[in-house]
């Protein structure tokens, strides 16, 4: 039988992660985003999957502009520049 994402094996390392939402850090079973979330409602959003190695991004300012374009393409507004951004990816690092 195949495994879906709820399904997935538990990592321990994993047990004391701290989530960023709207620039708070939430333990994980804290963490909760609003039924009324135009990406929970209506699905808007656009994901793109950053690799860390050795405390650093890999290319992430490739990754960055794929992400920016693909939100400028549906009209979402990230709510923070691309220099913005950075930081909060760098205190997320920090926190974890």
């Not at 009209?75 to 974890?96: A, P």
């Amino acid at each position: 039988m195949k495994k879906g994402t709820h399904e997935a094996i538990n990592d321990e390392r994993n047990k004391d992660v701290l989530v960023y939402i709207n620039g708070g850090f939430f333990r994980r079973e804290d963490a909760k985003i609003s039924v009324f979330d135009s990406g929970y409602l209506v699905g808007d959003g656009v994901w793109e999957g950053i690799r860390l190695h050795s405390g650093k991004f890999s290319f992430l300012d490739l990754h960055l502009d794929r992400l920016y374009q693909g939100a400028k393409a549906i009209d979402l507004d990230t709510g923070l520049s691309k220099d913005e951004l950075k930081l909060e990816l760098k205190k997320v690092i920090e926190k974890n």
